[in-house]
């Protein structure tokens, strides 16, 4: 897939060390390395495009991180995620953006492309697969342009919709020119792999030492489905999508 270079995009992965459920969680190790670096591995094609976006708050840690793998970074409001999107891509001049949380170590690189290949297909101003989702927990992708985004820096008024920055958008998704990224399954329920907790990184744990660090999602679906065992590590949690309940 070619991209004009014209059309600048970035991935913006958002990260903060006091996460309220799993502190540090994105600085825990698997094979010595750490959750932010296995996702940074999987997203390695997109490297010279990929900004991590840090919360202020005790930030010295993500930004040694960054230092050490050389890696761009910004760091802007804790609670204001929304601002600090904001202000990260109009530091660096992007002109689309692509939002990936840092609890989504997991993320398979070819549904980022699936994305972007569908918004420059159609000159869409927001491509997602979270509304509604299809994909298994893990592996959340959004992708809109730097207009959509001052749009929503502007019309967003509640608490909520600027800590979670695109809420306004899809409870207003009319007024956008909106495309999906669909899977042919809905796996969203079936299982999980985003990281909120510690029974999260254990399951994670399992399919990294398993199939290693770039199993597709086909291939992790596939060994969760068959043991039963794993899968069910984290399974009370399965369909706490934050993005639904509050919609």
């Not at 750490?34 to 840690?61: Q, V, Y």
């Not at 050389?70 to 804790?78: A, Q």
């Not at 601002?83 to 001049?93: E, G, I, L, M, S």
Request: glycine share 2%; aromatic share 12%.
């Amino acid at each position: 897939m070619k991209i004009k270079k014209k059309q600048k995009y970035n991935i913006i992965i958002q990260a903060r060390f006091n996460s309220t459920r799993f502190k540090g969680k994105i600085l825990k190790k698997i094979k010595d390395h750490e959750i932010l670096s296995i996702m940074i591995k999987r997203l390695s094609k997109f490297k010279k495009n990929l900004i991590i976006n840090i919360s202020e708050k005790n930030p010295e840690k993500i930004i040694k991180f960054c230092k050490k793998n050389k890696i761009n970074f910004f760091i802007g409001s804790d609670k204001n995620v929304l601002k600090r999107y904001h202000d990260c891509a109009t530091y660096y001049k992007s002109k689309i953006i692509i939002r990936i949380p840092s609890d989504c170590p997991l993320i398979d690189p070819k549904i980022v492309e699936k994305g972007l290949k569908i918004f420059f297909s159609g000159r869409y101003s927001y491509v997602s697969n979270l509304c509604p989702t299809t994909y298994m927990d893990g592996n959340d992708v959004e992708i809109f342009d730097l207009k959509t985004l001052k749009t929503l820096h502007k019309k967003a008024k509640t608490n909520f919709d600027k800590e979670h920055v695109t809420t306004y958008l899809r409870k207003n998704i009319k007024k956008f020119k909106y495309k999906k990224i669909q899977d042919n399954l809905d796996l969203s329920k079936v299982y999980r792999y985003t990281l909120d907790y510690k029974e999260d990184l254990q399951l994670i744990k399992k399919i990294i030492f398993k199939l290693g660090f770039f199993a597709n999602y086909k291939r992790i679906y596939q060994y969760l489905k068959i043991n039963k065992k794993i899968s069910n590590l984290n399974k009370k949690y399965i369909g706490t999508m934050w993005y639904q309940k509050n919609l």
